[in-house]
């Protein structure tokens, strides 16, 4: 079993001007086509951290040109789905948009263009990842120190990593080497909801807090009558005191 | 003396933001200046009074420091011949033409080194704002690294001009930039980073309501009417006559104020024109205030956004227009034109409303002036996506996260086991 502590880390994103451009479908084609994996990346994935409040999952930038400049909604749909079912694989991603553009006869490629000022800005994401926090020795900790921890740290591990190195998110693989497979296996679950990250962080935390209460229960029945009265009693000031709190204090 | 000064006197600046952002854009910044412990920064600029460099390095500095890593602000000297060599420069990267003779570029090359002589780059991390001081990279040290910020928008540069810098330019580790479409073909790295603004500076902290009036008050602007806003100079790029005519056309359907603030155009000859086109365009209207204000008048500039219900920017062409993130940061409703690097700031319907005709600035101004659940919507937003993106303590983050990256990308100067760039 792996006991050693896990070190968590976030990532800040830098953007660099590739001076490609792309006027109409053709071009867009040719641009994915040839782009840079940094590049994929930022246009396809990057996007779910720039808005990790979101009430949905932002549409990848590509389809939201298709969509928003050159008004295709059919073919954006298309390309939207085809970013979707590769969250982790550069070259999938690249060939199923290509073949979404691909299936457009030519001629129609260039017909589908954007006026003047609105070209697609190829543009791509340098990362720069940092330690985030102490390392964590077990679980509890783990989950404690995701739930303190800002989004860009979920997304370097559990969409950032596996996409860069094609393995298990450390923290999921560490999980299982703690001797941990549920847990690996829920945080597996629900990290890769294609969600909003903020969405993903609250459903991932409150899985893990339920998951607590039948472990809490089952070591408080061990416990004497009076200890288990006073921390129910205790329990339930906290829940009131949350209750009363006005929103957003 | 080439050293700024930079004064760490006063409330702490990382507790204001901390207030402002939380703490994980503050605990990022400190990671990154930790990471960076024991070099130092040096900024270099022509000028270190006027201007928006100036007054984002003020602050920037500061934050910096503050934040663990040592930064100090050099500025490079002039002379006059220097300062006119250099103002057509700046033109004719923004597209005037201008024709450069071999004097021209003989004042450029020995000013820059004799400043280099002058001037302490004895630092770690060097990073030289705009084309003034883009020729100090003769002084390069082993070791360290070089970054060219320019805040210029270089799309319509002259040939001849950028023929200057570019040679320049090629030597550094990386050129930033605040717009994808203002970096040129490059053999570096071109970075984008965009401008930001200090929601505790004066131009845009929260005021007193009594602290406004007192600001408002010698202003003398009828207060009966919703006021529209434009804060820019009386410059035909700004289109203040065409602000007017949309006006106009907003009037007919609905009573407002419309609020034209630029700086003195004193100093300026287009500007005085401009001006007298606007004066004379307004004729005798009453519901037309035109404002010239102090380069100074950070305190009333704020005092008139916050109190205006509609902040116009119809720009015909625009560097990065940082006077909108100032309206958005304040919850004002935003109309402005989708130019440069306005469409950043201003996301259609979600942060502001974009136009691209007198008629569409009418046409939003008049939907917004009747709209006030809208433009609170808009005005949230707009807070936030500022809040998020274009305030001191990100432009200051990119700047640090950029030198790490070159780092990592080097002879591994600076590499630490725990820090990487992501392999791609």
Redesign the interface.
């Known amino acids: 079993m792996n006991h050693a502590p896990l070190s968590l880390h976030g990532v800040i994103h830098l953007v660099r001007a590739l001076r490609r451009r792309a006027g109409d479908l053709e071009e867009l084609r040719v641009g994915i086509a040839e782009a840079p994996r940094s590049s994929i990346f930022y246009h396809a994935v990057q996007h779910r951290l720039r808005d990790p409040a979101g009430d949905d999952l932002a549409p990848d930038d590509f389809s939201a040109w298709t969509r928003g400049v050159v008004q295709h909604p059919e073919t954006a749909e298309r390309l939207g789905f085809a970013a979707l079912q590769h969250p982790q694989d550069a070259d999938g991603m690249r060939a199923a948009m290509v073949e979404v553009l691909e299936a457009i006869p030519k001629s129609q490629r260039h017909e589908r263009d954007s006026p003047l000022g609105g070209e697609f800005e190829f543009l791509a994401g340098e990362s720069v990842v940092m330690p985030w926090g102490p390392p964590v020795a077990d679980a509890a900790a783990l989950y404690e120190a995701l739930a303190a921890a800002d989004a860009s740290v979920w997304f370097w591990h559990f969409i950032e990593e596996p996409w860069t190195t094609g393995a298990t998110p450390t923290p999921i693989a560490w999980l299982r080497g703690l001797g941990e497979p549920r847990l690996a296996e829920m945080l597996a679950i629900e990290t890769a909801k294609p969600a909003a990250l903020d969405q993903v962080r609250r459903t991932t935390l409150s899985r893990w807090r339920r998951s607590r209460l039948s472990a809490r229960v089952a070591a408080a029945s061990g416990v004497p009558e009076p200890e288990r009265r006073e921390a129910g009693r205790r329990a339930i000031q906290g829940l009131v005191r949350r209750v009363r709190r006005p929103e957003g204090e | 003396m080439t050293r700024v000064p930079v004064s760490l006197d006063g409330p702490s600046q990382l507790d204001g933001y901390r207030a402002i952002v939380g703490d ?1 854009p503050v ?2 910044l400190e ?2 200046a930790k ?1 960076l412990r024991g070099r130092r920064l040096v900024m270099v600029n022509s000028t270190s009074l006027g201007g928006g460099v100036a007054e984002i390095l003020h602050r920037l500095v500061r934050l910096l420091n503050e934040a663990g890593i040592a930064t100090t602000w050099e500025v490079m000297p002039g002379h006059a011949r220097f300062y006119a060599v250099t103002k057509a420069l700046h033109n004719a990267l923004h597209g005037t033409p201008v024709k450069f003779t071999d004097e021209d570029r003989e004042v450029f090359r020995e000013t820059n080194q004799h400043a280099a002589s002058t001037l302490e780059l004895d630092g770690d991390l060097i990073l030289i704002h705009d084309p003034q001081p883009a020729g100090l990279i003769d002084r390069r040290q082993p070791g360290q690294s070089w970054v060219w910020r320019c805040h210029i928008d270089l799309s319509h540069a002259r040939v001849e001009a950028w023929d200057m810098i570019a040679p320049l330019v090629q030597r550094y580790d990386a050129a930033v ?1 605040s717009h ?2 203002f ?3 490059l053999g570096v ?5 965009p401008p930001s603004i200090d929601p505790l500076s004066d131009k845009n902290r929260p005021l007193r309501e009594d602290e406004e009036e007192r600001l408002l008050e010698p202003l003398g602007i009828p207060d009966r009417h919703p006021w529209v806003t434009q804060i820019s100079r009386f410059d035909r790029l700004k289109d203040p006559v065409g602000v007017v005519r949309a006006f106009e056309l907003v009037a007919r359907h609905q009573r407002a104020q419309l609020i034209l603030a630029g700086g003195s155009a004193d100093d300026d000859p287009e500007g005085a024109e401009v001006l007298a086109e606007v004066r004379e365009r307004v004729g005798k209207r009453t519901d037309v205030s035109v404002l010239e204000l102090p380069p100074d008048a950070h305190l009333t500039i704020n005092s008139i956004q916050a109190r205006s219900t509609v902040l116009l920017q119809k720009s015909l062409r625009e560097g990065f227009a940082l006077t909108v993130s100032e309206g958005l940061w304040k919850r004002r409703a935003v109309v402005a034109s ?2 440069g690097g306005i469409p950043l700031q201003v996301q259609h319907e979600r942060t502001g409303l974009l136009v691209r005709s007198i008629e569409g600035a009418a046409y939003q101004t008049t939907r917004l002036l009747h709209a006030p659940a809208l433009r609170r919507e808009l005005g949230l937003h707009g807070h936030h996506h500022v809040r ?1 993106n274009f305030l001191h303590t990100r432009e200051a ?2 700047y640090l ?2 030198f ?2 070159l780092a ?1 990308h080097s002879t591994g100067a600076l590499s630490h086991p ?7």
Do not use: N
Not at chain 2, 189 to 193: H, Y
């Open positions: 994980g605990q990022t990671r990154l990471h930039f994808a479409s970096a040129p073909e790295p071109a970075m984008l980073v989708a130019v998020d983050r990119d996260a950029l790490v990256w990592s725990g820090v990487a760039s992501g392999p791609r």
